[in-house]
RNA sequence: GGCGCAUUCGUCUAGUGGCCUAGGACACAUCCCUCUCAAGGAUGAGAUCACGGGUUCGAAUCCCGUAUGCGCUACCA
């Protein structure tokens, strides 16, 4: 076991808690479990543009709701919120003034159109694209709507050691002179990162692998204010199917969408913890303690990973699988409420639903399939629809298949208990008098008492249904079977 | 364009010089179980370990090059 961490999740507040920004906030967090150290939150909403409202509220609801809590942050009112940067601007205003006295930044004044002609030319050029130094020795004092830039070394190279790829070197001379403090007085990224890592003590900094290339900027800043530089550690990004980065045209790509469609939170941190990370050569189904337990910065991957919904959908029925039944019952209500047709009376009869429920548990792979038309529909629906033709066996023909749906009928309403047990030993006497197979009688009767031909199993989805109810469709079928006028007989 | 990172079945991955004629999982196929479906069990197909050179008695594993993919290249994070 590794000394205690201190890491910290810092997602800027600019639209949906993302997946594979969920993922992140996770590595860290199972990084400070497994080695009983502390999980700060940080929000970095220093992009006033960008900023969208409720992105930080939808970020934390997806944290609590995968069950990821953090050690500390300021108090707010009893409970601790995360840190936010935009309530900490005076500290890194104070930072920026000092790396100017210390000769290691400048004021810019350079106007955004300048920059953009700048840009436009080294496009054009062909040379690579970057600040050209231009206020860098001017020495200029500040000035309404100037920014203050690092002062890159113009020389030499910059290394680190990263936990997952190694070491990774860059010449600094490919590194231009980055903003640190924007004019409308919000600090980059770059600056209040570096700023609060240090006062907030993190000592590991794991993040999505496209902060690799900007990491030598922030060693540099390390070293600038004299501060010692984290652990990095830069975690594989998730892909789409197609190999790009998992976008909204991929599907859910929100943490909640997920919560919505009905996947577990189990579900979500051990197919997460996978995208990227394998304790072995089989281990898949993991809980939480199991992955905090093993979980290590060494068997993280170098490669990225493709987000494959089927694997999360197999997963999420395994987990589904193992509900017990109340907390199936549980979870699956509201899904049931929403999802049943509005004619359904409501409230839902819980007791009923109990009963339901075991019928479909091992065959839904979300929660909100439970309440589909294919799974549950004739469960609750007060009519059935089907076309007649599905309660014909084509073996047996459409007079036969009458005649024994009538027999069955008569023979089912002389049954006192209309229990399972019950049902198939009279069921199955009846196949043996009457000479049908299983499937035939079996088939016939599910489409007359669900409108479906893949239900659960017959006895317990009649037991369930009740015998007023199960009569009665077997009695709407043999209408039906009077008025069907086969086009071939 | 420049810089960086990566490259094992369709996908997630195991593999850190000989246990690899490359293992597991999802998906797929066949069979078993069986009243249908699902679940479960069994079996199978599927990867010349991106390619080309080295190093070595021996390489998926080490080195070099090439290709491809991805990321960064903002007063975004």
Known sequence: MISPVRVRYAPSPTGLPHVGNIRTAFFNWLLARHTCGQFIVRIEDTDVARTVPGATEGIL???????????????????????????????????????????????????????????????????????????????????????????????????????????????????????????DGYPTYHLANIVDDNLMRISHVLR????LSSTPKH???????????????????????????????????SILDYKEQGYLPETMINFLALLGWALDDKSEIFSREELIQNFSLERISQTSAIFNKEKLDWMNGVY??????????????PFL?????????????????????????ERVKTLSETATAEISGFFFGENIEYDTSLLIDKKIGYQKTLDILQIARAKLDELETFEAPALELLLRNLIEE????????????????????????????????????SLRRIDEAISKLGNYLPTEL
């Open 208 to 211: 999505a692998e496209e902060w």
């Open 337 to 361: 409420e929403n999802g049943l047709p509005s004619n359904v009376k409501r409230p839902l009869n819980t007791n009923y639903v109990e009963k339901v429920l075991p019928l479909v548990q």
């Open 61 to 183: 609801e997806g944290l609590k709701w995968l069950g990821i809590d953090w050690d500390e942050g300021p108090n707010n009112g009893g409970d601790f919120g995360p840190y936010f940067q935009s309530q900490r601007l005076d500290i890194y205003q104070k930072m920026a003034q000092q790396l100017i006295s210390q000769g290691q930044a400048y004021y810019c004044h350079c106007s955004s159109q300048r920059l953009e002609q700048m840009r436009a030319a080294q496009i054009a050029d062909k040379k690579p694209t970057g600040y050209d130094r231009h206020c860098r020795d001017a020495e200029l004092d500040y000035t309404k709507g100037a920014v203050i830039r690092f002062k890159m070394p113009l020389d030499g190279s910059t290394s680190f050691n990263d936990s997952i790829r190694g070491k990774v070197t860059f010449e600094n001379a490919n590194l231009d002179d980055f903003v640190l403090l924007k004019s």
């Open 219 to 253: 060693i540099l800043l390390y070293a600038a204010f004299g501060y010692p530089a984290p652990v990095f550690a830069h975690l594989p990004i998730i892909l789409g199917s197609d190999r790009s980065k998992l976008s909204k045209r991929h599907g859910a790509v």
């Open 320 to 333: 589904i699988r193992k509900l017990p039944l109340p907390e199936f019952a549980r979870l699956s209500l």
């Open 434 to 469: 009457i000479g049908v197979k299983a499937g035939q009688l079996f088939g016939t009767l599910r489409t007359a008492v669900t409108g479906l031909t893949a239900t659960p199993p017959l006895f317990q989805t009649m037991e369930v249904l009740g015998k007023n109810i």
